[in-house]
């Protein structure tokens, strides 16, 4: 069973379209982290949230952290081809940082 | 950012042999580093944690006989797949962090092909 669980597992979309990923837990984090990957790479950083019912923004993407703080969420706003690539949400559990399973996400153009 | 390097990125050997993958952290001292395996398409899993000085804390159903890992130094971890089999064919990826629930830094990652 995953600590983390990630939907969806894949997307595949339209250039333009928007777009949302979920990350749950029945456990509470400290803070939840959000990474994208690609193919032959190793994952980089794009936010971290640490306080319940926070939202960040970055350009167009808006993180968001579940109130209880088991939850978080990744919206794209027109989404861009570039935005093709793994995208992986993480938590710290105990003195590991562990992974949900990933949501892959294709963007045609 | 700070910046972790992995060495090497690419490597192809002959089952039965072993292989060594380095972690370096380049700007940073890193008292835990983490290794993970991913396989195409997937998430990271955990292999093990390394703390510098001390044995590595491996997970559940990882042989650590089979995967040696060393943190011998702040910025240097390394992890000896022993005895490859084509099955340990799979993406590497090492991760460091300065201390307990700061950020962790990514290598690139090593493709090891067991042929």
């Known amino acids: 069973t995953q600590l983390l669980e990630q939907s969806p597992q894949f997307l595949s979309i339209q250039e333009g379209e928007n777009l949302t990923v979920y990350c749950n837990s029945s456990?509470?984090?400290?803070?939840l982290q959000w990474y994208r990957q690609e193919p032959g790479e190793g994952p980089v950083l794009l936010v971290t949230v640490v306080t319940g019912g926070e939202v960040k923004k970055l350009k167009r993407l808006t993180f968001q952290f579940g109130d209880a703080r088991k939850d978080s969420s990744l919206h794209i706003t027109a989404a861009q081809p570039g935005d093709t690539g793994l995208y992986l949400c993480a938590g710290e559990y105990g003195n590991k940082l562990v992974f949900g399973a990933g949501t892959i996400l294709r963007v045609k153009s | 950012g700070a910046v972790v390097s992995q060495h090497p990125s690419r490597v192809i050997c002959k089952s039965g042999t072993s292989v060594k993958i380095e972690c370096r952290s380049l700007?940073?001292?890193?008292?835990?580093m983490f290794w993970y395996r991913q396989f195409p398409k997937q998430s990271l899993m955990l292999m093990a944690t390394?703390?510098?000085?001390?044995?590595?804390?491996?997970e559940q159903g990882v042989e650590k006989d089979k995967f040696l890992i060393n943190h011998a130094s702040l910025t240097l971890s390394t992890l000896t797949v022993t005895s490859a089999h084509p099955e340990d064919s799979s993406f590497y990826i090492c991760?460091?962090?300065?201390?307990?629930?700061?950020?962790?830094?990514f290598g690139q990652g090593t493709r090891l092909t067991v042929v």
């Open positions: 700007d940073f001292q890193a008292t835990t």
């Open positions: 456990s509470v984090f400290s803070s």
């Open positions: 991760s460091a962090r300065i201390s307990m629930n700061t950020e962790a830094f």
């Open positions: 390394s703390n510098e000085g001390s044995k590595a804390t491996y």
